[in-house]
Antibody
Framework: EVQVSESGGGLVQPGGSLRLSCAAS????????MNWVRQAPGKGLEWVSA????????YYADSVKGRFTISRDNSKKTLYLHMNSLRAEDTAIYYC????????????WGQGTLVTVSS | EIVLTQSPATLSLSPGQGATLSCRAS??????LAWYQQKPGQAPRLLIY???NRATGIPARFSGSGSGTDFTLTISSLEPEDFAVYYC?????????FGPGTKVDIK
C-alpha cells in the first residue's frame, strides 16, 4: 500500500526557515517523481514544486522560486522541502504527493503538515 | 502560465441527481487534465487523469471528457459521500496549475 506522511510544519516568524519531510513507503521510491502542493486556509490548491526520481530535475512555482528547495534522499525514501525567507502568504497546509501512475499528476497524498508564518 | 477556470463555483443538488462540472483552460492542454475531489479536513483524491481515465478505485459514476480547452467531469448519480469540492489540474505546461474549484453541496 502506497503511503506518504509529512512532518516538520509549525509556527515560524517572517523571514525564517523551515524544512518539511515526507516519508514514503509501498512503492519503488527512486522510480517516481514527487511533489509538494499547498493549500492556504480556506483557499484552493497550489502546486509548489516537483522533483524527478533521481533528483536531477526540479521545478518550482514562481511564488517560491529562489526561496524554496526541493530535494530527496532515495536511500531513506524521503522527500524534503527547504523553505527560506518565509512570508505570511506561505502559510498553508503543505501536502506531499506522488506521481506514480499518472505523470505530473498527484495520485497519492499525505495528510499534510501546517506551516504558519506569523510574528 | 495556463489559467484554469471552473464553473459553476457552487452546485446545489440532491442525492441521486446528476452533476456536470466544467473546467476551461486559457490555452490548449491537449488531453492532459485531471480532476480531484476534496472533502473538509481531508487531502485531495485523484479521480480522473488524462481527461477521461479513472484513477484506481474510483467508482464508475465518475466520468471525464474533453480535450483542448474544454473539459467536463460528470457524476451520474450523486451519492451522499460525493458532496465535496472538485478541482481540475493541467499537466501540459510548467507550472502545473489548478482551477479554483467547484463546490457541490446538498440542496
Amino acid at each position: 500500500e502506497v503511503q506518504v506522511s509529512e512532518s516538520g510544519g509549525g509556527l515560524v516568524q517572517p523571514g525564517g526557515s523551515l524544512r518539511l519531510s515526507c516519508a514514503a513507503s509501498g512503492f519503488i521510491f527512486y522510480n517516481h517523481a514527487m511533489n509538494w502542493v499547498r493549500q492556504a486556509p480556506g483557499k484552493g490548491l497550489e502546486w509548489v514544486s516537483a522533483i524527478g526520481g533521481s533528483g536531477d530535475t526540479t521545478y518550482y512555482a514562481d511564488s517560491v522560486k529562489g526561496r524554496f528547495t526541493i530535494s530527496r534522499d532515495n536511500s531513506k525514501k524521503t522527500l524534503y522541502l527547504h523553505m527560506n525567507s518565509l512570508r505570511a502568504e506561505d502559510t498553508a497546509i503543505y501536502y506531499c504527493a506522488t506521481s506514480i501512475v499518472a505523470v505530473r499528476y498527484f495520485d497519492y497524498w499525505g495528510q499534510g503538515t501546517l506551516v504558519t508564518v506569523s510574528s | 502560465e495556463i489559467v484554469l477556470t471552473q464553473s459553476p463555483a457552487t452546485l446545489s443538488l440532491s442525492p441521486g441527481q446528476g452533476a456536470t462540472l466544467s473546467c476551461r483552460a486559457s490555452q490548449s492542454v491537449s488531453g492532459y487534465l485531471a480532476w480531484y475531489q476534496q472533502k473538509p479536513g481531508q487531502a485531495p483524491r485523484l479521480l480522473i487523469y488524462d481527461a477521461s481515465n479513472r484513477a484506481t478505485g474510483i467508482p464508475a459514476r465518475f466520468s471525464g471528457s474533453g480535450s483542448g480547452t474544454d473539459f467536463t467531469l460528470t457524476i451520474s448519480s450523486l451519492e451522499p459521500e460525493d458532496f465535496a469540492v472538485y478541482y481540475c489540474q493541467q499537466r501540459s505546461n510548467w507550472p502545473l496549475t489548478f482551477g479554483p474549484g467547484t463546490k457541490v453541496d446538498i440542496k
